[in-house]
């Protein structure tokens, strides 16, 4: 069918007069006749019933409508996704993200982003792993860069931007400050200094129970911030991970970043709501990945 037949079906379909169907579509009524004697040939039966005063669907015709209208609204749709994404995109879009060094990388993009679409801004903020899940959850941002895993399905983990290597946060008076690296089997020499709210796919991966040849990891006290975390370790409470990177950002005198020798590198992807997922949202994202020093896909 051609796409004028479709929309005249329909039309007349919603309509059930002629002369009301000519109107909405700016043609003569002759028109729409023609239009629907056409379609009916080419199919072989009646789709409307007729007669001086009444038109009414046939039953063949109910099914068509109830079929094609929904093929027809979506491609409605489509068309407009497409003539938005080339006319520009306007709103806002809210970032959040998880260590300054990818607020770094955001900044970037961002002013690249205004750039190329002047009528759309984007938000910066920047929190704490759990809380940049549950903004993400509860809409209160679009996107964040943030260390998987994530066991939330409604979140997709994309592109992972970067990693960086892996750390055991000392205090700065403790033995193991004094190494140039540690391996995994250091986490049983002092309690983990622990992150409050995290999944537990999370915690197992940075914080677990055990060390790779079965020795028991002692977990001590958690917090909810990062500098509160800092804060246990300076007061020899424990010790944390993190990055090397991050000992460039938070540096302090009485803890230490000591790089593991064995452990995996940490990394940060980005990560958006299922049902959240925009024209906008995907410019920005393809933004991103044109700054970010690698960019790996992710299932």
């Not at 004028?4 to 309509?15: G, N, P």
């Not at 009485?254 to 790089?259: A, E, G, H, N, Q």
């Amino acid at each position: 069918m051609e796409w004028y037949e479709i929309e005249t079906f329909l039309a007349l379909a919603e309509e059930l007069n002629f002369t009301r169907t000519a109107e909405r579509l700016l043609v003569s009524p002759g028109r729409v006749s023609q239009t629907i004697k056409k379609i009916e040939r080419r199919i072989g039966g009646a789709l409307f019933e007729r007669s001086s005063h009444h038109v009414a669907l046939t039953p063949v015709g109910r099914q068509l409508y109830a079929e094609l209208l929904p093929a027809y609204q979506q491609i409605q749709r489509a068309l407009g996704n497409a003539s938005a994404a080339f006319a520009g995109i306007s709103g806002e879009l809210r970032v959040g993200f998880t260590a300054p060094w990818s607020g770094a990388l955001i900044v970037r993009a961002a002013d690249a982003f205004n750039s190329r679409q002047p009528r759309c801004t984007v938000e910066l903020q920047e929190l704490t792993y759990n809380a940049a899940i549950a903004a993400l959850q509860g809409q209160d941002v679009d996107l964040v860069v943030a260390e998987p895993p994530v066991e939330d399905p409604a979140i997709i983990v994309g592109p992972v931007l970067f990693s960086e290597p892996r750390a055991l946060v000392v205090p700065a008076d403790h033995p193991l400050a004094t190494r140039e690296t540690v391996s995994l089997e250091d986490l049983a020499v002092l309690p983990l200094i622990t992150a409050v709210g995290v999944s537990r796919a999370w915690r197992d991966a940075f914080f677990p129970r055990r060390t790779p040849q079965g020795r028991p990891i002692r977990h001590g006290p958690a917090a909810v911030g990062w500098q509160e975390v800092l804060s246990l370790v300076g007061a020899g409470k424990g010790a944390t991970v993190a990055t090397v990177r991050a000992g460039r950002y938070h540096g302090r005198p009485d803890i230490v970043y000591v790089p593991f020798d064995d452990a995996p590198p940490v990394d940060y992807a980005l990560m958006w709501r299922n049902a959240g997922d925009t024209v906008g949202l995907r410019a920005f994202i393809q933004t991103v990945l044109e700054f970010a020093p690698q960019a790996v896909g992710r299932a």
